[in-house]
C-alpha cells in the first residue's frame, strides 16, 4: 500500500485540531456571519476549504494574505487566478480609486474600452473583442452566437472540463459513454444530453465521429485541461482539433482564461492555433470581475445584423453593468502594469523551480506521482500523468488531497483547495501560480 490510511487518518485529526485551535477569531466571525449568510459565507464555494471552517481575510497584498487571527499566508492560491497577477497592486489600485471618481456604469463606451479592445487584439491575434462581467458570461454569449450563426443546437464539450456556471458545459459522460449532468450539479434546466455533446480530451476519432452528427455549432475547449489537474494536449491534438472543426463547419471556441498562464498571449497563440472564438476571464481584471470575449472579422461581420437590431437588448447577451467603467479601468491597468511578457520572464522560471523542487521530492522518495507545469502553473498528481479528464478524475485521491491541504494551511501556505475542488470532480493535486 502506497499509503497507510490508518496513519492518515490520525494525522489529519491532529491537523484539523491544529486548524481550530489556530483560527479562533475566524470560527467567531463564521458562527456570527452564518445568522444570515447561507453556510457563514457569501458564495456556495467558500465552504469547500480544507479546514473546519473557512478563514476570514484581514488584507492581502502581493502574494501574501493576512487572516483576522493576524497569521500570514503564502498565497498559492490567488483567487484560483483571479487575483493571479497579485493582491492589492498600486497600478490597478490607483486606477480603480481614480475610476471610481469619475463614474462607474453610464451605459456608454469610454477610452479605456478603445485601449482595451485593441490590446486584447494584440495579444490574442483575434481583431474584433466585446466585454462580459466574468468568464462564465463570457462562454454563455459565445454559445448563444454560435448557435445563431450555424443554426445548430448543440455545443461539445471535453469529458471533466470546466468553464463556468454555464448549463450546457455541466455534463461528462457516464461509464456507458452516454452524456449525463455532472455529479453535483444543481437542478440542471433540461437534461443536458439535449444540449451537449461529450468527448474525451485528446481523442481525435470521438471529437470526429461527434462532429458528423452535424448538430453541433462549437466545440468549446481548454486549450489544455486545467480543472481537472492540468492535462496537456498530445503533440498535434490542437491542429487536429482545428482542421477536424472546419472540416465539420463548426466553430472552436478556445477558453483561455486559465491557461493565460504559457505567457501573455495566452496558450493557442503561444501554440499556433487560431481559435474562432476566445474567452479570457479572471486574471485580466487584476482581481475585479471583468471578461472578454474575441472573435474573427469574418465573425464579426454576420454578427452585425443582430448587433443594430432593435431587439438587441432582449438577445440574450449583454448585462446591465457589462463593460462599466471600473471593469475597463481594471483591465486596461493589468494588461498595462501586469501579464506582459516580462512578467512571464520572471513567474514562469519561479514555477519551473516549484515544480523540480517537488519533483525530486517525489523522485527521492520512490512514489509514481508526477508534477505538471503549464506556464507559470504547476501542480503534483497522485499517479502518472492522465491524458484526458476521465482518466484524471478517476486517480482522484480526495482524503490524501485534503490532508495535504490541510497541512499546508497550518504551515501558512495557502493552496487551492483539493478537496473543494475535488467535490465537483475537478483539480487533484495543489496549484503553485
Ligand atoms: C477555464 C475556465 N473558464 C471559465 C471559468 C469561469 O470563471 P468565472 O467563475 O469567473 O465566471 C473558469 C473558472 O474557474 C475557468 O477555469
Known amino acids: 500500500m502506497l499509503v497507510d490510511r490508518s496513519r492518515l487518518r490520525r494525522l489529519h485529526v491532529s491537523e484539523h485540531d491544529r486548524f481550530i485551535d489556530q483560527h479562533p477569531n475566524s470560527r467567531r466571525r463564521v458562527d456570527t456571519a452564518g445568522r444570515h449568510l447561507l453556510g457563514g459565507v457569501p458564495m456556495p464555494w467558500m465552504t469547500r476549504w480544507a479546514g473546519a471552517f473557512p478563514l476570514f481575510f484581514d488584507r492581502a497584498e502581493g502574494a501574501h494574505f493576512i487572516d483576522v487571527d493576524g497569521r500570514d499566508y503564502i498565497d498559492f492560491c490567488l483567487g484560483d487566478t483571479g487575483a493571479m ?8 489600485a490607483d486606477a ?29 491575434g483575434l481583431p474584433i473583442w466585446q466585454m462580459a462581467m466574468t468568464a462564465t458570461d463570457a462562454n454563455r454569449f459565445v454559445l448563444r452566437f454560435a448557435r445563431h450563426l450555424t443554426g445548430r443546437p448543440k455545443v461539445l464539450v471535453m469529458d471533466w472540463c470546466y468553464h463556468g456556471t454555464v448549463d450546457e458545459t455541466f455534463a461528462v ?26 468527448v474525451q480530451f485528446n481523442d481525435l476519432d470521438a471529437l470526429d465521429r461527434a462532429l458528423a452528427h452535424g448538430d453541433v455549432a462549437c466545440v468549446l475547449m ?28 463548426v466553430l472552436l471556441v478556445l477558453d483561455e482564461t486559465h491557461t493565460i498562464c ?31 470575449y474575441g472573435m474573427t472579422a469574418e465573425i464579426a461581420s454576420r454578427l452585425h445584423t443582430p448587433l443594430f437590431s432593435e431587439a438587441i437588448d432582449t438577445s440574450g447577451v449583454g448585462g446591465m453593468l457589462t463593460g462599466n467603467a471600473l471593469a475597463l479601468a481594471a483591465v486596461r491597468a493589468t494588461l498595462s502594469s501586469c501579464l506582459r511578457d516580462e512578467d512571464f520572464a520572471v513567474a514562469t522560471p519561479l514555477a519551473g523551480a516549484w515544480a523540480e523542487g517537488v519533483a525530486k521530492v517525489i523522485a527521492d522518495a520512490g512514489l509514481p506521482w508526477h508534477v505538471q507545469q503549464l506556464g507559470c502553473r504547476a501542480e503534483y498528481w497522485f499517479c502518472p500523468p492522465p491524458v484526458n479528464g476521465a482518466q484524471a478524475a478517476a486517480a482522484t485521491d480526495h482524503e490524501l488531497d485534503a490532508f495535504m491541504h490541510l497541512w499546508a494551511v497550518n504551515r501558512i501556505l495557502f493552496v487551492s483547495s483539493g478537496s473543494f475542488r475535488a467535490e465537483f470532480g475537478a483539480r487533484r493535486g495543489s496549484s503553485c501560480r
Open 85 to 92: 497577477v497579485g493582491h492589492a497592486l498600486m497600478p490597478i
Open 173 to 198: 459522460l457516464d461509464e456507458h459513454g452516454d452524456v449525463v449532468a455532472r455529479p453535483g450539479s444543481l437542478g440542471p434546466q433540461v437534461d443536458p444530453a439535449v444540449t451537449t455533446r461529450v
Open 222 to 249: 481548454e486549450p489544455a485541461l486545467t480543472n481537472i489537474g492540468i492535462v496537456m494536449p498530445q503533440p498535434g491534438y490542437l491542429e487536429a482539433v482545428r482542421e477536424i472543426t472546419r472540416r465539420h463547419d
Open 262 to 292: 504559457v505567457g501573455s498571449g495566452g496558450a493557442a497563440h503561444a501554440w499556433g492555433i487560431v481559435a474562432d472564438f476566445l474567452v479570457i476571464g479572471k486574471t485580466i481584471g487584476g482581481g475585479m470581475p471583468a471578461a472578454a
Open 96 to 124: 480603480l480609486h481614480a475610476q471610481a471618481l469619475r463614474g462607474i456604469t453610464t451605459m456608454l463606451p469610454n477610452d479605456d474600452a478603445t485601449w482595451v479592445g485593441a490590446e486584447l487584439a494584440r495579444r490574442f
